[in-house]
């Protein structure tokens, strides 16, 4: 570990990938409105948001890879001039086919959140990497919060002006990155063995094999699957329990909630986590952060009042604050430094999964069963994330030994 390297350059990754997220953020408010333009069909107008989801499940493992061949730094730089260019793509589209073309290279091009995680595991070790983790969380939250923001004000000024706009932000972040952010990775441990699809049968293989691996991967995505049914389904339920006749009071309502949720979850992964990382144990974290996501999703049906509601989202938020980055830390120490760009990105494949799975049932089963079914389902599936990474089996002790979870003080 470098320490006084890590303490100059997580503040820069940290803004490097808040501004990447600004961008995203500032664009999906507008995807309906896009898909409208070009009389697209509602299945059109979904699968314009699900094939980002794809494109990352597809392409987060290679980008880590990547990074494990190449060096962090120059795959961090290329994605994000990739995502200048899907921007571009966008505010010059033409067609329904033009706006899966941007939308397809801008899933590309977003899915290097592993290599951003794996920066953070090559200069951190212990409550510090599960530290890093969470900012990558918060740079999520909190770009989620302004850009949407950001997109109602820059529409005023025209109909190209939001899209030209993160294009500009994310071309400002390229130079940011090639003056600010230094290389992670010794010379020396740059490989330069032919590349191997990290999801080929093989590669996974490999990347299940170290003792714990599987168990943490597989909780990793249960968890991530429980927290995305809320995309496809809260805002439908909040608009039925808390809506109001007012054309458009409804939607400012549940927009005003998903801030709430985005400010608990900045709260969360940047502040608290760093703060508990050092008196716990990152399976500690892990185990309380799943406990509380269960319990919110199961007190969700019940919550009849505001007030109760809002505590339960925030159980739900804060559970899927404290677990995650501890969960990418523990999965990242899984592997020998000189992979951890694919194991992450083989974790972050399968959270690209479970996000378009989670949101897609979900939807399907509050369309089938009712509101309150889905947020059982999801607390459902926390308990079974619980479950597995509680099983006393040989595979988990073997992994509590090859990833330590000692006290950091």
Sequence with gaps: MRPAAGSRSLPVLFLTVFIDLVGFGIVIPLLPVYAERFHATPFQAGALIAVYSLMQLVFAPVWGRLSDQLGRRPVLLVSLAGSAVSYLLLAGAWSVGTLFAARIL??????????????????????????????????????????????????????????????????????????????????????TTSFRHPLSPGAVREALAPPGAARLLGVFFLVTLSFAVLYGTFSLAAEQRYGCAEVGCADRQVAVFWVYMGLVGVVVQGWLVGRLARRLPERSLVLAGIGALAVGFFWVPFATQLPSLLAA?????????????????????????????????????????????????????????????????????????????????????????????????
């Design 106 to 191: 801008a899933g590309i091009a977003g899915a290097n959140i592993p290599v951003a995680q794996a920066y953070i595991a090559d200069l951190t070790e212990g409550a510090e990497r599960t530290r890093g983790m969470g900012l990558i969380g918060a740079a999520f939250g909190l770009g989620m919060v302004l850009g949407p923001a950001l997109a109602g004000a820059l529409a005023s000024f025209g109909p190209r002006v939001p899209e030209l706009f993160a294009a500009g932000l994310c071309l400002v972040n390229v130079g940011l990155a090639a003056r600010r952010l230094p290389e992670s990775r010794p010379a020396d441990r740059s490989r």
């Design 313 to 409: 989202l925030a159980l739900v938020v804060t559970g899927q604050g404290l677990a995650s980055p501890s969960l990418s830390s523990l999965i990242s120490r899984t592997a020998d430094a000189e992979v951890q760009g694919g194991a992450l990105g083989i974790s972050q494949s399968l959270a690209a999964g479970a996000r378009v799975l989670g949101p897609a049932g979900g939807g399907l089963i509050f369309e089938r069963l009712g509101a309150s079914v889905p947020f059982a389902m999801a607390g459902i599936s926390a308990l079974a994330a619980l479950g597995w990474l509680l099983a006393p089996t040989r595979v988990a002790r073997a992994g509590c030994e090859a990833a330590p979870m000692r006290r950091s003080g």
